[in-house]
């Protein structure tokens, strides 16, 4: 194992000599293992759990359980995990991130914490990228994990609550991201406890973590209802905004955010017939505005979205694939709907939203894997509590990691990628041909079209047929053009022959926003000590370098005296200037990332609150008075408290008004009934009226069942509509809060003081309207479903 060590590649060294001396151990239980019958190793399941039953821990069965997954593995899908690949096992067991290379076989190794974790019988959630991949290991690796004794289930977007339910029962249960979100937020909305799918949320492992918790994390869930909005104002606006010219409009590209010039200012005033274009009667003109005017000058066809049958969907930008389901919040997607001329669908109105930071930090313990994550290790600590691990190679990498080639312009640069790729293919060395946008990998197709080069491309428009085009990139002669890192979690397995030709050679079109992506890009030539090239092509036209790199890039090359159209420079140092450039980007996307869930976080703590109380309400099996009799008393508190502080004079009329509209019969009480009183008389007045009214329901609903019913229904409805409201108004807040900042103030802070104020505004709104309903409706009427 010596020679393994020397070749970590960060400082880790400490923590993967504790881990190579453990996988030592597993390693000695080999023969003992491999001399059990299949029974006997069978057997071993129910051992593990009776031993946890009796108080050891999974720390204390690691070393057995691993080596029993390790010949189960061997029995049953031919694979006998590496050592490296069981220290990775000990990495995610530990509730952190194994970073291993492309083709060092992270399904595998995901294999062994997953038994071991599955054992306490709490529920392990294996969560991929997409849907294509929880299918396949769940089908693939449930076969070991069913052979073993342990349950394995399948959580898809199309499945029943009933097949759902099942599914999360399993002890090992395979979903994407996207679904368990999703399934968590409909828990918490749902009536009956019956109706709910999920367990609590008790050990995840992500595979390719940076994918979701980094590239996913800037967007949140949101479930959504229809909002009263029309179309017709995005079509206006729309037609607006499509008049103006350069000079009526700023644009930011470094923020990628627009906005009006005076001149833009002047020729809206005329447009829409308005003196001030911002006055606040306007507000939502602006709106419609602002998101016209980013759909059309920044968000770009087949690069942020693709319209396919009749329908705008959204690209994502670090996997090239159509995020399905998922629409840009606050009007946005409305606007490209009406830029690109197809059905506006109504705007919605957020019911339950959360960010996946939020969601996977209430695990009791989340892991995860992937070739990239060391880029971002100061996120994943400070965010997620988890220290990435960078897991030595099976075998030395011998993949050859050129330095860039800048050329002047796009056209210059294409023509070098064309050339190259004409070269290679010529001798039948494979290519995968990574672009950043779907609009770049149509344009190199058209280029290898003229050259009559065959190939084939992966983006967005085809995923399907996403595991199928990868897994035959490595054969002799292929040539395939991949937007970012799709294809991620299939290898590229070399055909016949490839090896002495060099190996997969790996082409990137342009640098990507984050360095994780190239490298990623790199990783898919080299696998397990295969040869192996990468080579980026730049220019100074590409959007990373007109953003950030261009000014600086160019002066070096003058210096350099570069000046020539066709000239190309590979350079060290032009390599590290780019990565310069990345990291800003990096900086700035992890700061909009923070950004999010520092407001998010807000929302979290109010979350909790009202969905701990939602299932308080909603597991209750016998009576619920606790509940709704002190949420009547703090509402009687709080219309007394309101309207005695006039020590002299009370507002008797109003507390009679609150009294019959929300207490009791009208003709049983008016001022008379508290002239005279203390406040403390009062309020026991109130609450001994309320305590008969109580008293009533009960003998009307003699069953205590029905009576549980009607109280379940009332404290339900009330919480989900003040919760909805509460959310959309928090959205609203967020948006405002932002121009606090030019008057000195902290938007955050002011976000966080507003949000705590309308928070127990509406926790008082939500118990005034609860006794109110409780005591006053008709009964019957609350029991329908």
């Known amino acids: 194992m010596a020679n393994i060590l020397r070749r970590w590649v960060e400082s880790d060294s400490r923590e993967l000599k504790r881990l190579d001396q453990k996988a030592d151990q597993i390693e000695a239980l080999k023969d003992q293992m491999a001399a059990l019958s299949d029974t006997e190793l069978q057997a071993k399941t129910p051992e593990f759990k009776e031993r946890l039953k009796n108080g050891e821990t999974l720390d204390d069965i690691l070393v057995e359980a691993f ?3 390790r010949e189960g593995a061997k029995r049953v899908l031919g694979l006998f995990p590496f050592h490296v690949q069981l220290m990775g096992g000990m990495i995610l067991h530990g509730g952190n991130i194994a970073e291993m290379r492309t083709g060092e076989g992270k399904t595998l190794t995901a294999t062994l914490p997953v038994y071991l974790n599955a054992l306490a019988g709490k529920g392990v959630h294996v969560v991929t990228v997409n849907e294509y ?55 918490n909305m749902v009536v009956y406890k019956e109706d709910m799918v999920q367990r609590p949320l008790n050990f ?30 995005y079509e206006i606006a729309d037609k607006f ?38 006055d606040v009667e306007n507000a939502s003109l602006n709106h419609h505005l602002d998101q016209a005017l980013r759909a059309n000058y920044i968000m770009s066809k087949d690069k942020d979205y693709m319209v396919q049958d009749g329908e705008a969907l959204i690209v994502d930008q670090f996997t090239g694939r159509v995020m399905e389901g998922r629409r840009f919040g606050d009007g946005l997607h409305q606007a490209i709907e009406a830029k690109e001329h197809v059905e506006i669908q109504d705007e919605a109105k957020t019911m339950a939203t959360i960010t996946y930071q939020n969601l996977f930090r209430m695990y009791h313990k989340l892991s995860g894997m992937t070739g990239t994550a060391k880029t971002e290790e100061e996120e994943f600590r400070e965010i997620y509590n988890m220290e990435v691990t960078t897991v030595p190679t099976n075998r030395p990498i011998a993949r050859d990691d050129r330095p860039d080639l800048l050329y002047p312009t796009l056209e210059s640069k294409f023509s070098a990628v064309v050339k190259e790729i004409k070269a290679l293919h010529t001798k039948g060395q494979p290519l995968l041909i990574g672009t950043v946008a779907v609009e770049t990998s149509e344009y190199l ?50 055909g016949p022959g490839v090896r002495e030709l060099g190996g997969l050679a790996v082409i990137g079109t342009e640098r990507h926003e984050s360095r994780r992506i190239d490298n990623q890009l790199r990783g898919r030539a080299g696998r397990q000590g295969d040869a192996g090239m990468s080579q980026f092509y730049l220019s100074l036209e590409d959007d990373l ?21 066709d000239a190309v420079i590979q350079s060290r140092m032009i390599t590290r200037q ?65 309207h005695t502080q006039n020590k002299k004079d009370f507002d008797l009329d109003t507390i009679t008004d609150f009294t019959k509209s929300a207490l009791v019969n009208e003709d049983t009480v008016s001022n008379a009934d508290f002239e005279g009183k203390s406040i403390k008389d009062i309020k026991q007045d109130l609450y001994d009226r309320a305590d ?11 069953d205590p069942e029905q009576m549980l019913e009607f109280e379940k229904v009332v404290i339900l409805r009330v919480v989900d509509q003040h919760w909805t409201d509460h959310i959309d108004t928090m959205d609203q807040l967020r948006q405002s809060v932002g121009l606090r900042g030019y008057g000195q103030l902290n938007p955050l802070v002011e976000y966080q003081q507003e949000g705590y104020r309308m928070f127990n505004e509406m926790v008082g709104d939500i118990e005034y309207e609860a006794t109110r309903l409780f005591m006053k409706s008709e009964i019957r009427q609350n029991l329908e479903r």
């Open 578 to 642: 780019v990565e310069s450039a990345q990291k800003r980007v990096e900086g700035n996307n992890y700061d909009s990332r923070k950004n999010v869930l520092q407001y998010d976080d807000v929302m979290r703590a109010q979350r909790e609150v009202i969905y701990k109380e939602r299932q308080e309400v909603i597991m209750e099996d016998k009576s619920l008075k606790d509940v709704i009799m002190p949420m009547a008393y703090r509402t009687i508190d709080r219309v007394v408290d309101a």
């Open 67 to 69: 080596a029993v997954a």
């Open 445 to 494: 197709s058209r280029l290898l079209d003229r050259e009559n080069i065959p190939h084939v491309v992966l983006n967005a428009k085809n995923h399907a047929r996403e595991a199928e085009i990868i897994t035959n990139a490595g054969q002799k002669g292929a040539v395939t053009i991949a937007t970012n890192m799709a294809g991620r979690g299939t290898d590229i397995k070399l």
């Open 204 to 233: 995840a492992l992500i595979d390719e973590v940076d994918s979701i918790l980094i590239d996913e994390a800037r967007t949140p869930l949101i479930i959504s209802g229809q909002s009263e909005a029309g179309a017709h104002m």
């Open 545 to 565: 370098m007109i953003r950030f790199g261009s000014e600086r890039i160019k002066n070096l090359l003058s210096r350099m005296k570069i000046a020539d159209e």
């Open 692 to 702: 008969a009214v109580y008293a009533e329901k009960e003998k009307q609903l003699y």
């Open 133 to 187: 991949l929880a299918q396949r290991d769940a089908t693939e690796m449930g076969e070991l994990y069913n052979w073993l004794g342990l349950s394995v289930g399948l959580n898809l977007t199309d499945k029943s609550s009933e097949e759902k339910r099942e599914a999360y029962n399993a002890d090992i249960t395979y979903s994407t991201n996207s679904e368990i979100g999703f399934d968590y937020l409909r828990d």
């Open 241 to 278: 905004v499509k008049t103006l010219t350069e000079e009526d409009y700023n644009i930011d590209w470094e923020s990628k955010s627009i906005s009006l010039t005076e001149d833009g200012i002047r020729r809206a005033e005329k447009y829409f017939n308005q003196d001030n274009l911002y």
